[in-house]
T-cell receptor, first 114, second 115 residues
């Protein structure tokens, strides 16, 4: 009964490859997010979708492209992977955007680019 | 400018004692929300407690309480009766405005509970 799930949990790949991370939430939430946690544990927002519409697009290389096929899914596709993309990527969801609604995080995907 | 500042990179606390984790924030928006999350070594992010800028009382959730001092722009987390399972990294985060959707996180504080 995982609320926010991500696949894969671990992803090891070589520079230049293209990879995707999938995220699904079964909470009925309207808003989903992608965060990146770097090696120093610093968390930063990348994207957010509200009802399948992109509402946040932080300064992220355009090699990163989110896709939301429906409210329950928000996938992250990364082209031409670079060493600096190695990090833990967290998907999250909240009942609504803004307000007092907490964000529920997925377990994270540890991406290692070699 | 850093929106959330957590000045304590690491702390040790004795089991059953209380510990206070500092968090200061910077915003000019009168409407904002403050959140605390826990990240154990297993890596998941666990929501602990929320405080809204207009809330009159300090938030509490079980052993967690938030010492909200609006004038000082601080939102310290207090964990009472520490348990070994409280050993983790703790993040303070802020959402500014009623229509801003993203959380801005602090650098985190690692808490180690000693038996």
């Amino acid at each position: 009964d995982t609320a926010v799930s991500q696949t894969p949990k671990y992803l090891v790949t070589q520079m230049g490859n293209d990879k995707s991370i999938k995220c699904e939430q079964n909470l009925g939430h309207d808003t989903m997010y992608w965060y990146k946690q770097d090696s120093k544990k610093f968390l930063k927002i990348m994207f957010s979708y509200n009802n399948k519409e992109l509402i946040i697009n932080e300064t992220v290389p355009n090699r990163f492209s989110p896709k939301s096929p429906d409210k329950a899914h928000l996938n992250l596709h990364i082209n031409s992977l670079e060493l600096g993309d190695s990090a833990v990527y967290f998907c999250a969801s909240s009942q609504e955007a803004g307000g007092q609604y907490e964000q529920y995080f997925g377990p994270g995907t540890r991406l290692t680019v070699t | 400018a850093q929106k959330i500042t957590q000045t304590q990179p690491g702390m040790f606390v004795q089991e059953k004692e209380a510990v206070t984790l500092d968090c200061t924030y910077d915003t000019s928006d009168p409407s904002y929300g403050l959140f605390w999350y826990k990240q154990p070594s297993s890596g998941e992010m666990i929501f602990l407690i929320y405080q809204g800028s207009y809330d009159q009382q300090n938030a509490t959730e079980g052993r967690y309480s938030l010492n909200f001092q609006k004038a000082r722009k601080s939102a310290n987390l207090v964990i009472s009766a520490s348990q070994l399972g409280d050993s983790a990294m703790y993040f303070c985060a802020m959402r500014e405005g009623s229509n801003d959707y993203k959380l801005s996180f602090g650098a985190g504080t690692t808490v180690t509970v000693r038996a």
